[in-house]
Structures are given as C-alpha cells and as structure tokens.
C-alpha cells in the first residue's frame, strides 16, 4: 500500500464510460443507474415480487452496525441486493436512507428494472439479476464536481488534496478489513479554509481491489472546490466543509513514550539542571500560540469589515464576490427592470418587492429588491445566496446571481410567470383555474422540493417560513418552493435546533417552534400539513376564525374528518369533480402533519410515497396542534409578547408577511 498514485495523470482505462455532471456550486446529488432498456420486467411477475421481498429483506437489516448487508431473493429468477451507508451514520439516519432509495428512489426513478442502482448521499443501494457479492465494478463512473475552481496557492492545495486522499483514504480504508472499509480525513488549507476527504468501499471487496477503486476515483480530481466520484463498488469525495460526521476521523497515532531521563545518580525524576517537563512547556505554549491566532483572526475580520466592498462569505468558505457566474453589475439589473419601475413590479413582500426584468440576452428574470428599512438584514440576505446557490431541484426556484452594491442588496432569481400560489388560491376569481389535479401537482410538487431540502441536497436545510406566497408557480403550473431567508442548515446528524428570534408567519408555525423556539424538519413538517388543508379548502388559515365555524382551519378540518364530512371540508368549486380517494388521502396527510407533537409527524419521505402510493397506512389523527387554541377573541396576536417559561421573544404578524428582526446597521 506504500505505491504514490500519480494524482493528476492517472486513469485507468478498464473504467468507462464516465458520466460527468458539473454541479454549480454543489458536489452531491442523487443519482442513478438504472441499467439498459433491455432489462425490464413485467409489472405483477415474479421478478416483481421478487424485487418487492428483497428491499424488505434490505430494510430488515438497515441497523446492522456496520452499515452494509447483502440480501438475495430466490423465488425462480433470483435477484442479489445490497446496501452500503456512510460510515459515519447512525443506525437510525441509515434505515432512513436505505427506506427512502427502496421506497422512493429505485421504484420511481428506475421502474421495472432487473439491474439498477441509486447513490445518495448517505447510502448506495444495488440490486441485479447477476451476482455482483465481492467483485469489483469497472462499468460505471459519475462524477460530480464544483465548477468553481480553488483559489489562492493551487499548488498548496494539490499537494495538500492529494497527499490526504492518496495517503491517508486510499491506503486506510482498504484496510478496514471484511466489516467496514471507510476512512475520513481533513486538513487545513489556509487559516480559515479546511478541506474534508472520504473514500469507503463495500466491505466485500478485497483490500486490493478496494485501493484500485478509490485510485481510479481520486485520479479523476483536478483543481476544484469539491468533487465526489462515485462507482458500483466505492466513493471518493472532497469538500470545503464538514460533509461528515468529525467523530469518525482516526485520531493520529500516539508517540511511543521516551525513556525517563537518568541523572549521574540515578534520580529519574530530577536533574542538577532542574530541566522543564515537555507538558510544562506545552502548557505555557499553547495558549499563548491561540491567543495570538484569535487576535490575528478578529485583526483580519476587523479589516475586512473596513472595506468598502463587502466581501460575502459562507460558512463554508465559499466567496461568492469570486465568482462572476453568480454577480450582477447594479446598472444590468437597472436597465433589465427599466430602473424598477412600478410597471414591472411583481409583487411585494415582508423584505421589498419583486420585479420582473429581461437582459440584453432577451432572458426572463425576476429581481428581489430588499428595501432599505427591509427586515432582511445582511445575514438573511447572505444566507439565502449561500443557501439557494446551492440547491439544484425542479422544485425549488432556481437563482442566477446576486447584487450587493452600497446599500443595495438584491436577489436575482429565474422568472416564473405564474406568480405565487397565493395569488390563485386566495383569490375568488382565480381560484377556479386550480382544478383538483392542478392542486394535487401543486401538493406533490411542494413535498417533493421539501424532501431535497431535509434529505437530498447537499446540506439539511430546515425552511422556517413555508407558506403560500413562498410557492411559486411556473407556465405549467409545477410549485417552486421560493424565499429561503429564514432558512437554517444543519449539520450532519443534528435533529433540532432553539433559537431565541422566531421568525416565521402566523398560521404557519407549529407550536413548538412559536412558543419555545425549536425547530427541525418536523417543524417544515407542520407548515407544509398547513399548505396541504389550505389547498384542499380554498381558504386561509389564518384568517378562517373570522367564519364563527370554528377556531382555526385546523380543527375545521379535524371536526369534519372526525364527524365522517371531509367533503364539506372541500373547496366547493372542486367539490363535484375531484377524486374522492386522493382528497381523501390529502386530508388525512395533512392532519398528520400538523400533530401537536413533532414525533407523531411523518417525514417529508413518508408524506412524498403517501402521495405517489397508496400502500402507506396512516396513522388516525389526533386534534391538531396549533399554538393560538386557547385564543377566544381575534386581539390574541396583540396579547402574546413572549413565552414565560423560556424567556424567549416570540412575535408574530396577523398578515402574511414574513416575521424577522432587522440586522443593526
């Protein structure tokens, strides 16, 4: 295992074809292989229940410790099937990825396949006709990678970037014996930029034919910010942030301990000299070593601050001022938009309003222009460019760069002609054009980029203020979830988070989070149940307590499930043409979502095959969970100023606008 890999020349000619996927600004996906057209079985043969048996058999298995299970299933023609999950994973995140690419992926991506394979971030699933246990794979490469290239010493990062992987991921992992060959690694790049590397193999190929595989991977990476290579029997990936769980790192190895030193009188423990201990000297050093790091660190962010142009930057260490794809001179988006005249306005919102622009391309935008007094301050602002620019879904509104120039700060997004949902739902004459199977896409749509963001995209992201101005609707009516200013990242197994500034909008917010401040994707969850009955019933939620017919939405909906009328829960424009199963399905859906404790909520991935399959059973709701139950007169929004117990401000609006705080300026 001591043989160098030449890193940037070697391809090894046996692995083709490679499929490359560039990826602006972001190195995962998921990602399929679904095997040739000749390879389909009929739908109710047996090769179907055979397929069927063989992912519960997976699924069964998903909390082996190890993370990998090989399963096969012979009833006539046999199938042979595996999972493979991050080795940093939990048992829990594990059976949840291997559940979501048996349940979801495979069968929906890769219908009535006999061979076919999915990559997600977190777990690879494999399936064929033909045994493929212990063999290495040399039929298949993708490659993703950022298009952005590194900056700064390039030569520094080779070096670096390929002494990690080749030293420390090719060498270590093969090395993980039968149970699990995964190995992990990081190393500082500058003071602030850090590059993270994983390399990991089925456990069933041998500690050769592992280091071929991760060698034929790292031979694929040039000069860019990340890159993931991915194949039948490994993956190689390199980040500039923690992709993976920090624990999993191997501690470096331990120097053996010295000899104890002997004075000419045999006195171990002393000298004539009295000499320092090396721990005395490490105990003095250190601190004055960080000390002075701090300082230089806040000297550095101090000048940067002086700056007359405001350098963007993420968590990450991306810098979006260095990347001209992703930047908008001020004077394009003045003349696009005609200087943002009131006739192309679109629209306006909690944080400025929208305009509608065309460049000198004859391409279509649509500009979000803060207001100076906006509540989106400079962090709302950079974290939705940092967020959206990362994030590649059909159901997510596309961004296409940004402006930051003085006091303005604007967003430059894809122009979606049909505005948003809210626009069609909430209003008497539009309304009538979203039929039931307009708004059972619409539904599906939603949940789908939902799904991306807790599960899919490359990092978890958690909304915070999904309503129905935030969906858009493109010429085809397909819903484009939009607005991620209040959104949070979270890192790799974290499952809530507790904030002391509630953002959000009233009618939106599940309870926990509107009374205590803690959020997770169970709380997108609750937002998303909301949306669902909303759609359903043509009518707001946070203005239907001024019918008298009941509290809120919520329990509306909840009384008429319970009393056996769901339908008179239904819009009534819809009420004679829809299909009574998935309305009745949807009304189930969303009072499952909107359960007043979050662990009794479905995940984005249970309510996504809710929607595309009626073999999950449900469970049967309880009265929903909504903050303001014990409201009796309508003045409630201006008596609730905070909670007692946590001490924790909590504001909300009665409208629809967005709740923030404006960034001191």
Not at 63 to 89: K, M, W
Request: with cysteine.
């Amino acid at each position: 295992m001591a043989k160098k890999i030449s890193w940037s020349s070697i391809i090894f000619s046996i692995y083709t074809p490679i499929i490359i996927l560039m990826i602006s600004k972001s190195t995962s996906a998921q990602t399929y292989d679904c095997g040739s057209n000749t390879t389909i079985f009929a739908n109710n043969s047996q090769y179907e229940a055979n397929l069927n048996t063989l992912f519960r058999y997976l699924l069964s298995n998903a909390t082996d410790p190890n993370g990998y299970h090989q399963a096969v299933s012979n009833n006539g023609e046999p199938i042979y099937g595996h999972f493979l999950c991050r080795g940093d994973l939990n048992a829990s995140a594990c059976q949840t990825c291997v559940g979501n690419a048996t349940t979801i992926d495979l069968p929906i991506n890769c219908p009535n396949r006999k061979i076919a394979l999915v990559w997600r971030d977190e777990c690879i699933v494999r399936y064929s006709n033909q045994s493929f246990f212990g063999r290495l794979d040399s039929n298949l490469m993708m490659l993703l990678y950022n298009t952005a290239n590194a900056t700064g010493n390039t030569t520094r990062f080779e070096e670096l970037l390929g002494n990690m992987m080749n030293n420390v991921i090719a060498n270590r992992a093969p090395s993980g014996g039968s149970q699990k060959k995964f190995a992990t690694d990081f190393v500082n790049y500058t003071t602030f930029q850090t590059i993270y590397g994983l390399g990991q193999c089925t456990p069933d190929l041998s500690p050769t034919d592992c280091y071929t595989c991760l060698a034929n991977g790292i031979g694929q990476f040039h000069l860019n910010r990340g890159a993931q290579v991915m194949q039948h029997s490994c993956v190689v990936r390199y980040e500039m942030y923690p992709f993976f769980n920090l624990s999993s790192v191997a501690p470096p190895p331990q120097p053996l301990p010295l000899p104890p030193q002997q004075s000419p009188t045999g006195d171990s423990n002393q000298s004539s000299g009295k000499k320092i201990s090396t721990n005395v000297i490490i105990a003095i050093v250190v601190p004055i070593v960080g000390i002075l790091v701090a300082l230089l660190a806040i000297g550095i962010c101090y000048a940067k601050k002086r700056r007359t142009k405001t350098r963007v930057v993420s968590e990450t260490g991306d810098d979006f001022t260095t990347v001209e794809s992703l930047q908008y001179d001020l004077t394009t988006l003045q003349s696009a938009t005609n200087n943002f005249s009131i006739e192309n306005k679109l629209g306006d919102g909690g944080f400025g309003s929208v305009y509608k622009g065309t460049l000198s391309n004859g391409q279509k935008i649509a500009v979000k222009r803060l207001s100076l007094n906006s509540s989106q301050g400079l962090q709302e602002f950079k974290t939705e460019v940092l967020l959206v620019a990362k994030l590649q879904h059909r159901n997510l509104v596309r961004l296409l760069g940004f402006c930051f120039d003085g006091q303005e700060k604007l967003l430059v997004y894809e122009y979606v002609p049909n505005k948003s949902l809210d626009n069609f739902l909430f209003d008497p004459e539009n309304r009538g054009l979203l039929d039931w199977g307009t708004r059972y896409k619409i539904i599906g749509g939603i949940a789908r980029g939902m799904l991306y963001l807790h599960h899919d995209s490359q990092l978890r992201i958690i909304h915070r203020d999904l309503k129905a101005s935030n969906i858009l609707l493109d010429v085809d009516m397909n819903a484009k979830v939009s607005d991620f200013g209040m959104a949070r990242i979270f890192v790799v197994d974290q499952s809530q988070g507790n904030t002391s500034r509630v953002v959000g909008t009233y009618g939106y917010m599940a309870p926990e989070y509107a009374m205590h401040g803690q959020f997770s994707n169970k709380s997108d969850v609750y937002s998303f149940g909301v949306l669902v009955l909303e759609l359903i019933s043509g009518k707001r939620n946070s203005s239907f307590y001024e019918t008298g017919e009941a509290m809120d939405l919520l329990s509306y909906a909840w009384k008429q499930w319970r009393d056996g009328m769901p339908l008179e829960f239904v819009d009534p424009m819809i009420r004679d043409s829809c299909s009574l199963d998935e309305v009745m399905r949807c009304i189930h859906l969303g009072l499952i979502c909107v359960q007043e404790i979050p662990d009794d909520r479905p995940t984005m991935a249970t309510a996504v095959l809710t929607l595309d399959s009626f073999s999950v059973t449900l469970p049967v709701p309880e009265a929903p969970g909504f903050f303001i139950k014990s409201r009796v007169d309508s003045n409630f929004a201006k008596d609730i100023g905070s909670d007692q117990s946590s001490g924790k401000s909590a504001r909300w609006s009665v409208n629809d606008v967005s709740i923030s705080e404006p960034e001191p300026r």
